[in-house]
């Protein structure tokens, strides 16, 4: 690698521990150089020789720091990013981008301004299946696509203690946490939908902010059926695609989230497959033969996202997280809730129309 870059992590929480620090530990091209963590010192205990810092600001005076890596509440999405770009930094910022459109779209102008790398951590573009989903639309293994469902969802009956993600605030709720994932994989799939038709709700009698959504799509040929909930004992399939040719049914969830969890490093030549067992089923017509059968999915890796910021930065490839990308996520959100008040159909509008990677 021609250049090191240091990064500095803002909170070191589950995000920081599982999705940003491991990768940033032991990919080629970067430093964990500090992390800000208020009170603790996890960060420093398990990798001996960083900087901790106590406030935000402190790490922004560091000019050794190249990357800001801010994985922090999300009200603190903006006016940290806000800051880091002002001071100079390169800047990885969790989803959701933002709270607010309005937010979204001062970010993307600050980032033209400043000349620096900002993306938005969309790391469900990384995973196995999604990858699998991406292969077969572009080889048109199912022809066209006219409806895919996806689902994300979880049982969790009871509230979870100390989740500020479960209070009732801006940015707060599922539809910004997991509903972010599955709008950003929609859009880049099929591109900027035409209508949106959405139910956001609470389903279970503690909670205090919406719980569940379900959220219709609309695009010229295809229907996209996202939907969460906390309530789903049984977990059906997580996608399901049908196009003129055939389908495909996908259920399970890329092995990843939960090796980084019980501490695996991100490394060695099995990374990110799929065990045996999870395969999806494809059922499609080739050359008038009808083929009927398990499909092994392609291996995830969230390093690839790690591996294009580098790139992106040193080398002015391409970036593939856009900051364009992030507001449109977030203003399809606004626009999800907006139909579920009203309880009608809505034109999608205010979107930038920006071009998503086919294929990763």
Known sequence: MEKTLNVGIVGFGMSAQVFHAPFVTTLPGFRLHAVVERRTDLAAAKYPGIITYRQFDDLLKDQAVDVVVVTTPNETHFPYSL????AGKHVVLEKPFTNTSDEARQLVKAAQQAGTVLSVYHNRRYVSDFRTIVQLLQQQ?????HEYECHFDRY???AKANAWREEPKPGSGILYDLGSHLIDQALCLFGLPKEITATVKMQRPHARIDDYFDIRLDYDVARVILKSGMLVRE???RYMLHGTLGSYIKSGDDPQE????????PNGNYWGLEPTGMEGLLHTEQNGTVIRQLLPSMAGNFGDYYRNLYNSIVHGAPLREKPAHGYNTIRIIELALQSSAEKRTLPVSGLMDETY????
């Open 83 to 86: 800051q880091a770009l002002a």
């Open 141 to 145: 293994t199912l022809g066209s696509v």
């Open 156 to 158: 969790r009956p009871e």
């Open 357 to 360: 990677p086919f294929g990763l």
């Open 235 to 237: 977990m059906g399939p």
């Open 258 to 265: 939960a090796l980084l969890k019980e501490g695996h490093l």
